[in-house]
């Protein structure tokens, strides 16, 4: 698809995680925010510090 934007995701979940329940158990609860860092071909750059939000119960 021309134009089309590629993604490429973190690493997730840790690999030396044995239960990641119980790490999710042990995580801040509340109003997270998702930070996204674009880069485009030519390298410049674009950061949105709340691109989503999401709660934790």
């Not at 973190?10 to 995680?17: L, T």
């Not at 999710?24 to 860092?37: E, F, I, K, N």
Request: hydrophobic share 40%; glycine share 8%; net charge negative.
């Amino acid at each position: 698809m021309a134009g089309a934007a590629s993604i490429r995701a973190g690493p997730c979940p840790s690999p030396g995680v044995a239960d990641p329940r119980a790490e999710a158990d042990g995580s801040p609860r509340g109003l997270w925010h998702l930070a996204v860092l674009a880069t485009a071909k030519d390298r410049d750059t674009t950061l949105d510090t709340k691109a989503a939000d999401f709660s934790v119960a």
